[in-house]
């Protein structure tokens, strides 16, 4: 019984992991109906930059602070510079996802040049803070705490911003009906980059999190999680925040209890399997809402 | 027996009445209008008939058969055919080839006779493409079949989808207004080519704000306003009946 | 009919008249040499890109090495004529359709005699063939596929053999750290399920209780389960089958959830990532090691400067091997005394050559024995363990 | 999305293709029969296999993302069933290639049509995730069921194709005719059924499906027949893949990022074209090894390469709307002919 309780824990926190990751998914597919693929390589520049500000001897939490905001504003400038001119021009939906595949190549292979961070794993300073807890002998490592905490904070203020302030209404508004938004006198698509640019600061968040619970890095880190993180979007019903959560914890302990009971290398594609029933049974995911097309 | 008859058709989205048991008929070889102000439910209705939208309550018997529950394929497969308000043609493909594809549920060679080319795709396609020239040719778009559909004015792309409507031999087409967007000499030239229709055989409903159009051609006309019948009869006594030009011209209804 | 075909046609010429163009020189040009006194030139292929280029890169710079030696002490005597080595590189992303391209690349040059190469087992699988066909000596450093070398008589390999290696991880675990319940964990690899195997048969023999073996995905980076489950046997030594991308993340895991465990890698995880990586958790890992940068021996120490000098770190197990390979093939050649690649192939079976990865000979159908040494991480630095 | 003024100058090029596309047929076909004869190294030999087989796999996709409108992101998923289903058949069954390769085409057909069923009451986007999952679901069952695929051990050996005893392997060119005339008949294949009834559906289903509904197409069985008939090409060029190889093949071969690769053939030829298929193809192949000197720099130049193309001819490269006439099928066009002379008669 006590190892079906240890990996519901262990569940949970990776769980937290893709939730974090999924709301910027969630967020940027709510407004455009998009699946950001580069969302999985800004999650993996948001932590390389940690990396490299503590290389330089800036104190760890501003090193958080500045790839933070540096990841939003990376994520801003791939919507400005990629999507945008898209969106004026119209342009079939397949070529924004494309796009977006671009990117991804773009910033993954750009760190792992040669002259940058080279493709070589690097170690990642711990986020073990203070000692862990002992139930039983279950340990749960601190990071585990900080990353489910900080989570939990990092979500209620996204939660707090989309659905109290006057940004979040135009950012509802323009989920809901971008034309109808922008004759409301809405900026669509400055509320578009903004959206961006909270998705970026969370997969940077993300980043640093998870980075400091494995304490591992490398380039193609963002690929496998990223794909996994939005199979949990999608699960949750994507478009709505805390379905991202609720998603991402399901796809979490899911994944833990198919690898403590069936083997740990059904855990990567367990995401999907999940993913794919639930889109059979229901398909806008557990929370999504059902789009009427009017004829 | 008429061709069409709908009895007492209602339609409900959640609280919104949209159409209020509505009963009408139409006979083997009639042109019938249905008006009404906007939102009146006109359109609403045309999808009832075409399976759009499965009617809350009421039956509609088509040829003595009832459709009220069929998909719109087995519909049109009955013999009923369509426009739409706001043009819904093939946009990126020629103007032959929305035709053609009008012809597609009559087509009975199947998908293996297409990828080998054998002697009943060869004979069947050449059929059907000259069935599409002769009604495009008929309609006056013969010299346009290679353009592409979203390159036509807005008057011929009217046109081609009323082709394509053809293309599928329904009995009974339903034109969602055709006259929209046409100037007079187009919507002159449009009624000469309902008229021809009518004498080959075709029984026709026509939704249309153009009342010089509905007027001419109509044989019987009814009136929709906020989803019920107000009035039926011939254009001249919907003309002067002072309920229509109410509804029309809006204003207190006594109830 | 005609039509349709026509016009497929037409088009597909004029874009694969582009192609055709691309492909017709391959990079690298082609020199007519051999003769007198000309240039041997070594193939070497690994991905230089993407997620293993650390691999392929320290191929190249191992070989690199061995020929700027040999051309200083004159080039390779062969026969009468003496020729200087150049090392070609090709990087093949760890791709088997790329790494298919490099080897028709390389065995459409004449000058090229050998190919040290290919790093993954399944990439190995792929292109050996077409140097056996073409009679191109194909040594890898780090192919583990059981059926590698036995695809013909000028495959060989230069890497520990599973079975052998796994053993001294064995002894480690069993003789020496005395483990009353032993673990194996292996990455789902071709090379991890092997070793993983082995493991568990050395171990069995060696009388010791096998308590559990898991398995994870090379890229696996929560090892949360794993640990529970080891805990829950209460193994106290782990034989890991996994590259350093794998043995340093679990020893990070080991350590934050305070599991006082002792691992035991494979060669592979002598290589300094592991230490940056794994910082204080790497204390106490255990690995069987054919070559050991701290090896007293002077020319062992004499290869780790000359290395560090040129490349500003220590080289790890899978680089000497590559360096030792470069050798092996060009004493070969120099013991055929002819630039006749049957020659060659038959010299390489004489091999008895003393290199950095220790003692190596071949057998039958190819494959190399080697002797290990037992290190351990102290300090944040290998040292030959102390139990 | 209104077609630019570049389209004229095309126009000429395109006719004149059209006019004289028998000679030039002959011309081409000829060349690239004899190509072998024209002592092409191993390597411009390896390449066009490599492209004739990738614009094989693009056009698989092309009838579900040109066609049809579906984006996958799994078709490696197929091109694995059809690699593994004819290795397996021919190494362990004792099938001759041709049967196994077939058999390969078969059962990627009918995993096409299981994924097609239910999936289809999805709309676009959450389609293309479910693809992206099937894709890694097939690499997950092809590591773990060992007793079948072999796992990561991959399969070796797997015997070449034989005609009247003469082997069609790579080295001695037969394989390439093999491939050549393969990579035409699917092209063939592909233009008949685009230039069909059904390919006319398909179309019209991207366009707007709901007024192709209400022209009585069920568009749910067209889906599924395009799901069908892109598993079936994706399939049949997997099951050549093995002799490509060196006669083995193994679960990373068939990664995601080989979904991407036809992805991007599609996307970058043109889509809907199939022309653009063999340039997506070419461009494809030849890309890494002319820029092989960039290194790492290929990757991000590639993904460059793709924003670049989506801002400024999201059509693809040979995506233009064709200018010329509507070809009549022959016998209508006799009609016609007749049609006119008996009027100019009266």
Redesign the interface.
């Known amino acids: 019984m006590e190892t079906f309780i240890g990996a519901v824990i262990n569940g949970l926190a990776l769980g937290m992991a893709y939730a974090l990751i999924a709301v910027g998914y969630s967020m940027v597919f709510g407004v455009l109906r998009l699946i950001n693929f580069a969302h999985g390589s800004i999650y993996a520049f948001g932590a390389y930059m940690v990396y490299f500000f503590i290389s330089i001897q800036v104190g760890l939490f501003w090193s958080i602070m500045i790839a933070i905001v540096l990841s939003g504003i990376l994520a801003m400038l791939v919507d400005k510079l990629a999507l945008e001119p898209l969106r004026k021009k119209q342009s079939i939906p397949i070529a924004s996802l494309i796009t977006t595949v671009g990117v991804s190549f773009i910033i993954q292979n750009g760190l792992a040049l040669e002259q940058v961070f080279t493709s070589e794993k690097k170690g990642f300073p711990s986020l073990n803070l203070f000692p862990n807890i002992m139930i039983g002998n279950l340990t749960i490592q601190s990071s585990q705490i900080i990353m489910f905490a900080v989570a939990l904070v990092l979500l209620a203020v996204l939660s707090y911003i989309v659905n109290k302030t006057k940004i979040g209404l135009s950012m509802r508004a323009t989920e809901q009906n971008a034309r109808a938004a922008s004759l409301m006198g809405v900026n669509t698509n400055f509320v578009i980059s903004f959206t961006f640019f909270l998705g970026g600061c969370s997969a940077a968040i993300a980043g640093t999190l998870i980075s400091g619970y494995y304490q591992i890095i490398s380039p193609t880190m963002g690929a496998t999680i990223g794909l996994k993180a939005f199979a949990a979007a999608v699960v949750g019903g994507i478009g709505v925040l805390y379905g991202s959560v609720v998603g991402g914890l399901v796809v979490g302990v899911v994944e833990c209890i198919a690898a403590q009971y069936l083997g740990s290398n059904v855990r990567d594609p367990m995401a999907f399997v999940i993913l794919i029933l639930i889109l059979i049974i229901k398909p806008n995911g557990l929370f999504g809402k059902k789009g009427v097309s009017k004829v | 027996m008429a061709l069409l008859q709908a009895k007492e058709i209602t339609m409900q989205f959640g609280g919104l009445l949209a159409v209020d048991s509505v009963s009408f008929h139409v006979d083997k070889g009639e042109i019938v209008s249905l008006i009404g102000p906007n939102g009146a439910g006109k359109t609403t209705v045309f999808n009832m008939l075409t399976g759009v939208y499965e009617i809350t309550s009421g039956a509609i018997e088509f040829e003595g058969k009832e459709i009220h529950r069929k998909t719109p394929q087995e519909i049109v497969d009955m013999g009923i055919s369509r426009t739409f308000q706001n043009l819904r043609l093939f946009g990126k493909m020629r103007v032959i080839e929305n035709v053609l594809v009008g012809t597609h549920i009559r087509t009975k060679y199947n998908f293996f006779d297409g990828l080998l080319r054998t002697p009943r795709y060869q004979k069947e396609e050449a059929e059907k493409t000259l069935k599409a020239i002769d009604i495009l040719e008929s309609i006056g778009l013969g010299d346009k079949i290679n353009e592409l559909a979203s390159n036509l004015p807005y008057g011929d792309q009217r046109k081609v989808e009323i082709a394509r409507a053809i293309a599928t031999d329904a009995k009974l087409i339903l034109l969602d207004e055709p006259a929209a967007g046409m100037n007079p000499a187009e919507s002159e030239e449009l009624l000469r080519f309902i008229r021809e229709l009518r004498d080959k055989g075709y029984t026709i409903i026509l939704i249309e704000h153009d009342m010089g159009v509905v007027m001419n051609i109509s044989d019987r006309i009814y009136v929709l306003d906020h989803g019920k019948m107000i009035a039926n009869g011939l254009p001249r006594e919907i003309a002067n009946n002072p309920q229509v030009i109410e509804a029309y011209l809006g204003g207190k209804r006594e109830k | 009919m005609k039509k349709v075909l026509a016009v497929l046609l037409a088009l597909a010429m004029v874009f694969v008249l582009v192609a055709c163009g691309g492909g017709e020189t391959p990079a690298g040009g082609e020199t007519e040499s051999g003769a007198e006194g000309g240039v041997i030139k070594i193939a070497v292929a690994g991905p230089m890109t993407g997620d293993n280029a650390e691999y392929g890169i320290g191929f190249a710079n191992a070989a690199k090495l061995v020929a700027e030696q040999v051309n200083a002490e004159g080039g390779v005597k062969v026969g009468d004529a003496t020729y200087t080595v150049e090392i070609v590189e090709f990087d093949d992303k760890n791709e088997s359709d790329e790494a298919l391209t490099i080897a028709e690349q390389i065995v459409s040059t004449p000058d090229i005699y050998g190919v040290i190469g290919h790093f993954s087992s399944g990439v190995c699988m792929a292109a050996a063939p077409t140097y056996q066909d073409a009679q191109y000596i194909n040594i890898s450093p780090t192919s583990s596929h059981a059926d590698y070398s036995s695809i013909g008589d000028y495959i060989f390999r230069n890497n520990t053999v599973i079975t052998v290696e796994t053993r001294t991880g064995a002894e480690i675990a069993i003789n020496d750290l005395k483990g009353t319940s032993i673990g194996v964990l292996s990455i789902d690899t071709e090379w991890g399920q092997s070793a993983g195997n082995a493991m568990e048969e050395n171990v069995k023999d060696l009388g010791g209780n096998l308590a559990i073996r898991q398995e994870v995905a090379a890229t696996q980076t929560d090892f949360a389960t794993e640990i529970a489950n080891f805990r829950a046997q209460n193994v106290d030594v782990i034989l890991v089958a996994g590259m350093y991308e794998t043995l340093a993340p679990f020893a990070l895991a080991c350590d934050s959830s305070d599991y006082d465990v002792k691992l035991v890698g494979c060669s592979n995880a002598y290589t300094t990532s592991l230490i940056d990586i794994a910082g204080e958790a790497a204390e106490g890992i255990y690995a069987p090691v054919a070559f050991f940068a701290g090896n007293p021996d002077p020319d062992v120490q004499a290869y780790v400067k000359a290395y560090t000098d040129k490349y500003g770190a220590a080289p790890s197990a899978l680089t000497t091997q590559a360096y030792d390979s470069t050798y092996i093939l060009i004493e070969a050649i120099e013991r055929a005394g002819s630039l006749d690649r049957e020659a060659i192939k038959d010299a390489m079976f004489e091999t008895n050559f003393d290199g950095m990865s220790g003692p190596t000979t071949f057998d039958e159908i190819g494959d190399a024995m080697k002797v290990f040494t037992k290190i351990m991480v102290k300090d944040g630095e290998f040292v030959v363990a102390e139990f | ?1 209104k077609e630019k003024k570049s389209l004229n100058l095309l126009a000429p090029f395109e006719s004149f ?2 006019k004289f ?2 000679p ?6 000829a ?2 029969i004899a ?1 072998p004869f024209l002592g ?9 296999v ?2 004739f087989l990738y614009a094989m796999l693009g056009m698989g996709l092309n009838v579900l ?1 040109g066609y049809v409108g579906q ?1 996958s992101l799994g078709h490696a998923g197929f091109y694995a069933i059809g690699a593994y289903t004819s290795a397996i058949l021919t190494t362990t069954y004792g099938w001759s290639f041709w049967t196994g390769a077939i058999a390969g085409a078969c059962v990627a057909a009918l995993i096409g049509f299981l994924l097609g069923l ?2 289809l ?6 389609l ?3 693809t ?3 894709g ?2 097939v ?2 069952v092809l ?2 069921w060992e007793s079948v695929t072999n ?4 399969i ?1 050996s797997i015997p070449v194709p034989e005609l009247f005893g003469w082997e069609l392997t790579l ?1 001695n060119g037969g394989f390439y005719w093999l491939i050549l005339f393969l990579s ?1 008949v699917t ?3 592909c ?3 685009k230039n ?6 398909l ?2 289903i991207k ?2 499906e ?9 568009t749910t069985r067209y889906k599924i ?1 395009a799901f069908v008939v892109s598993a079936f090409i994706t399939g049949l060029a997997g099951a050549y893949y093995s002799v ?5 093949i ?1 679960p ?2 068939f990664v ?1 990022n080989y979904s ?1 690769q036809i ?1 991007s053939v599609v ?1 970058v030829g043109g ?1 809907g074209t ?2 653009g298929m ?2 997506g193809s ?1 461009l494809l ?2 890309f ?3 820029f ?2 960039l ?6 130049i ?6 670049l ?3 400024f001819r ?1 059509q693809g490269a ?1 995506g233009w ?1 064709s200018t010329l ?8 066009k006799k ?2 002919a007749e049609r006119e002379k008996a009027k100019t008669v009266q």
């Not at chain 4, 590639?302 to 924003?307: A, C, D, K, Q």
């Not at chain 4, 006439?325 to 209508?332: I, M, N």
């Open positions: 999305m293709v059209d596309k028998v030039l047929s002959i011309l081409v076909g060349f690239l190509v092409a190294s191993r390597v411009a030999m390896r390449n066009l490599m492209i993302l984006v239910p999936t009451r999805l709309s676009g986007t959450y293309t995730i479910v992206l999952g099937f890694e679901i690499l997950m590591r773990q796992g990561n051990y991959g070796r080295s035409t092209a063939i294949a233009y008949t059924i069909s009834n059904a390919g006319r559906t179309i019209a366009e707007d709901l007024a192709a509904t209400m022209m009585g197409i069920k027949l490509i190889n060196n006669g083995y193994e990373n071969n995601f991407i992805l996307i889509m199939i022309r063999y340039f070419a192949m030849m890494p090894q002319v092989r000197f290194n790492q720099w290929r990757f991000v590639y993904g460059l390469l793709l924003v193309m989506m801002q999201p040979l709307q006439p509507y070809k009549l099928p022959r016998r209508a009609a016609l």
